[in-house]
């Protein structure tokens, strides 16, 4: 069964950092492209970032870009989001999901508030 | 980027309504197409991919269409778990855009 699993959101300072971890399991990882959603509480889903199965290529949405850095662990099977010089509007759940034609499964998502 | 056009924004129907949301792409995506059905306080749950194919154990009254910049999302009979906010999704070039989503509410 395919498993993410989210960790490391929570409230931080505006200008602050964070890490966020999504442990997967029940799939073979490196073979696979990975990406980060963020969802407003109330609102849409917006993507973040994306990299490839080996960690060779990354992108970015314009509203995070030069400030979160994606990156990926294959031999411990977790995916990372590092996030920087945190604003207000990065406050959201943060979501990681595996790609398959587009993202198909998905973690049950970790809560950043960015907040002084 | 590629703006995604998700439209209505919100409707009502009842159930054993036929339910019709349609997407359109500001350019052509191909059918790197994928719809998502979302619940309050829940993991959105992809029912459609490649615009046209089920996503495993979805059930068969929901069913995806079009191709290049239209695309619809039909829910045939559509039933009680069927009340949610539904998204189209972009991939075919990045960044990824989704639609602003249709919140399909009780009549």
């Known amino acids: 069964e395919v498993q993410l699993v989210e960790s490391g959101g929570g409230l931080v300072q505006p200008g602050g950092s964070l890490r966020l971890s999504c442990a997967a399991s029940g799939f073979s990882f490196s073979s696979y492209w990975m990406h980060w959603v963020r969802q407003v509480p109330g609102k849409g889903l917006v993507w973040v970032s994306h990299i490839k199965s080996d960690g060779s290529d990354t992108t970015y949405a314009d509203s995070v870009k030069g400030r979160f850095t994606i990156s990926r662990d294959n031999a411990k099977n977790t995916l990372y989001l590092q996030m920087n010089t945190l604003r207000a509007e990065d406050t959201a759940v943060y979501y990681c999901?595996?790609?398959?034609?587009?993202?198909?499964?998905w973690g049950q998502g970790t809560l950043v508030t960015v907040s002084s | 980027d590629i703006q995604m056009t998700q439209s209505p924004s919100a409707m009502s129907a009842s159930v054993g309504d036929r339910v019709t949301i349609t997407c359109r792409a500001s350019q052509d995506i191909r059918n790197s197409l994928a719809w998502f059905q979302q619940k309050p306080g829940k993991v959105p749950k992809r029912l459609i991919y490649a615009a046209s194919s089920l996503q495993s154990g979805v059930p068969s009254r929901f069913s995806g269409s079009g191709s290049g910049t239209e695309f619809t999302l039909t829910i045939s009979s559509l039933q009680p778990e069927d009340y949610a906010t539904y998204y189209c999704?972009?991939?075919?070039?990045?960044?990824?855009?989704f639609g602003g989503g249709t919140k399909v509410e009780i009549k």
């Open positions: 999901a595996r790609d398959w034609s587009g993202p198909d499964y």
């Open positions: 999704l972009q991939h075919n070039s990045d960044p990824l855009t």
